[in-house]
């Protein structure tokens, strides 16, 4: 008791209350102090972990940017002050701030560990996915637990010994609103301001075409904050809802003749690519032998996808609507979906993963396709326990279309599949043979490219079987078929690597083997007499938004008015990459090298985008 007594008489000593107002003061003067240290304290930590796999290389380079540090560690400091004010405890505001940083830091790390991809803010709006879908690049790391154990013992040091308190309430409430307001304008005119983002160059070991690469240049929550303004929905500069009214109206929507109607079955293929187009090392068997025998019978080309390895409903959606820019889609929106349904098409779509990843329940809905089937309202049944295999699906889909068909004349059907999602096992094999010699790959990257080529090929055989049940079909029939993104392979792109496939370097090879993937437009033997075309051949090169316009001009078809539109600048600008990269003449160029008249039919394009996308209610307008 004696021991307790002389412990607690101590600590009595760091406890402001009943003592002297000097001593107060200096007590406050102390712990601020101390809470300014550990609010730049917490930004580093955060730094340190937003470097990925770069560590000490690129925390290195920050320092060469004091900017970049202090934008970085300043709304820590704010936060922790924030909590101090609010609580008047300095213990709470240090602990609370911790955990913050902990948690962000640590999902920070784990993302750019699987994917390559830091956190933006526009990944709040999915985090139910990232937590089905992130588990297995969870990590406990030895400078994690010492993180973890610095905010506990920072914790017990302000509670036992830093005890500095604040005035009253009322001027506690006064400086909070100081606080609030000094944070609200740092972010209106720093934190968003284009200029001063761009100022800071990307580190010179990595590729300043990929945007991941560029925001970890930048450190972590100063892009973040900045990225906030890319997840909220704005209005493009100088648009006007009647302008973009009347841009649309100047050209005529256009029926389908229905001597030329055929049915469409629209299938976007999870992490297809063809790699033999990017390395030589598949020798040991081909597994798109069925996929480059279908592309041999169709209209194919190189579809220039936003993204890479994730981010699906990117290419989804824009070649769905048309889009080069997306917004959230939580009104009624205009698509194509919307525009084969008035030409008198049943409309529906399939995807055996879940209706709430990327919120699809809703947007397809909102999209034109009432009649979608997910796992939960379909495909569960099938096989409760697995998700559905490309070789159920693709029947499948075939199937519903045709029962369509018994009630309406023609189908427009938009689906996505499921299979070949990574991550790719490291450690089991799926495959019977490989495709890839072991030579020159480590255990794990052979295993990876291997299991990843079995579920290609069986899914070029899926592709194929589809083809050749609808070839001689009286029935006309066009199928386009596409990939979303490069698969994952391996952290930080290690198989790629391995396989001497170029990613970082800023040629457009690189870029390229970044973004690219395939399409094919095929057309059965009916559709092709009833179009008079063949619909074969290497097509041109484009971004997922003018798929669409691809297919109506393979058809013959002049297509709604928004279509018409857009080709203006596919014909300027094939690829409007969101990455500021665009295809003038036939060399990739940045955004400031787009002439006064691209730039013009961009602009036009992107009003007539937003008008559709929030304020059409789903309909064009007419034409004049």
């Known amino acids: 008791m004696k021991h307790e007594t002389k412990w607690k008489q101590r600590l009595a000593r760091f406890d402001p209350v009943g003592k002297p107002r000097k001593t107060q003061f200096w007590l406050g003067i102390v712990t601020g102090l101390l809470l300014l240290g550990s609010g730049l304290f917490f930004g580093l930590m955060n730094l340190w972990f937003g470097t990925g796999r770069y560590g000490k290389y690129l925390f290195d380079y920050y320092f060469t940017q004091p900017g970049l540090v202090l934008l970085n560690a300043l709304p820590f400091v704010l936060l922790v002050f924030l909590l101090w004010v609010l609580t008047n405890r300095a213990w709470i505001a240090f602990l609370v701030t911790g955990v913050f940083t902990l948690i962000y830091s640590f999902a920070e790390y784990w993302k750019l560990l699987g994917r390559s991809d830091p956190i933006v803010a526009e990944d709040l709006t999915v985090i139910s996915e990232g937590l089905k879908m992130g588990g297995s690049y969870i990590v406990v790391t030895r400078h994690m637990l010492i993180a973890a154990a610095l905010v506990v013992l920072g914790t017990l040091v302000f509670f036992f010994l830093l005890r500095g308190r604040l005035p009253k309430l009322l001027p506690r409430l006064g400086i909070a609103a100081l606080l609030i307001g000094a944070s609200v304008l740092l972010y209106t005119n720093v934190y968003t301001d284009r200029e001063r983002y761009d100022s800071y160059p990307c580190w010179g070991s990595l590729n300043r075409w990929i945007d991941s690469n560029v925001f970890i240049s930048k450190g972590c929550m100063y892009p973040f904050l900045y990225s906030v303004r890319s997840a909220v929905v704005t209005a493009p500069e100088g648009y006007q809802e009647q302008a973009a009214v009347a841009l649309l109206e100047q050209y005529p929507t256009d029926d389908i003749p229905e001597e030329r109607k055929v049915n469409v079955i629209v299938v976007m293929y999870e992490a297809f690519a063809d790699l033999s187009r990017c390395t030589d090392r598949i020798t040991a068997a081909d597994p798109y032998a069925a996929f480059h025998r279908l592309q041999s019978e169709s209209l194919h080309g190189s579809l220039v996808t936003n993204i890479f390895a994730a981010g699906t409903i990117?290419?989804?959606?824009?070649?769905?609507?048309?889009?080069?820019?997306?917004?959230?889609?939580?009104?009624?929106?205009?698509?194509?979906?919307?525009?084969?349904?008035?030409?008198?098409?049943?409309?529906?779509?399939?995807?055996?993963?879940?209706?709430?990843?990327?919120?699809?329940?809703?947007?397809?809905?909102?999209?034109?396709?009432?009649?979608?089937?997910?796992?939960?309202?379909?495909?569960?049944?099938?096989?409760?326990?697995?998700?559905?295999?490309?070789?159920?699906?693709?029947?499948?889909?075939?199937?519903?279309?045709?029962?369509?068909?018994?009630t309406a004349d023609h189908v427009f059907s938009f689906n996505v599949t499921y299979q070949n999602h990574g991550p790719y096992p490291e450690d089991t094999q799926s495959f019977a043979a490989p495709y890839v010699p072991k030579d020159g790959l480590d255990d794990a990257s052979y295993t990876i490219v291997n299991n990843y080529l079995h579920g290609v090929e069986d899914t070029g055989n899926q592709m194929l079987a589809l083809a050749d049940r609808l070839r001689e079909d009286e029935t006309p029939w066009i199928l386009v078929f596409f990939g979303d993104h490069k698969p994952w392979l391996g952290d930080q792109n290690s198989v790629y690597t391995a396989l001497d496939i170029d990613l970082t370097s800023e040629t457009e090879t690189a870029f390229y083997n970044y973004y690219s993937t395939e399409y094919l437009i095929w057309a059965n033997n009916a559709a092709k007499k009833k179009l008079g075309a063949d619909l074969v051949g290497e097509g041109p090169s484009f971004s997922p938004c003018f798929l669409m316009n691809e297919l109506f001009d393979a058809c013959g078809w002049e297509g709604p008015s928004y279509q018409k539109l857009s080709d203006r600048v596919r014909a300027m600008l094939p690829v409007v990459s969101t990455k500021n990269r665009f295809l003038q003449n036939g060399v990739l160029v940045s955004g400031s090298e787009l002439t006064a008249e691209e730039k013009q039919a961009l602009q036009e394009m992107q009003y007539a985008q937003y008008y559709l996308a929030r304020d059409s209610g789903g309909r064009l307008p007419a034409a004049n």
């Open 314 to 406: 990117d290419t989804e959606r824009c070649v769905l609507t048309g889009f080069s820019t997306l917004t959230s889609f939580r009104r009624a929106s205009w698509s194509y979906a919307r525009y084969f349904a008035e030409q008198g098409y049943a409309v529906n779509g399939s995807h055996p993963g879940y209706e709430a990843f990327y919120n699809r329940l809703n947007v397809n809905a909102n999209l034109g396709i009432e009649n979608y089937r997910f796992r939960e309202n379909y495909y569960e049944a099938m096989a409760p326990d697995r998700l559905i295999s490309d070789g159920v699906l693709l029947p499948e889909i075939e199937k519903l279309c045709r029962e369509d068909l018994q």
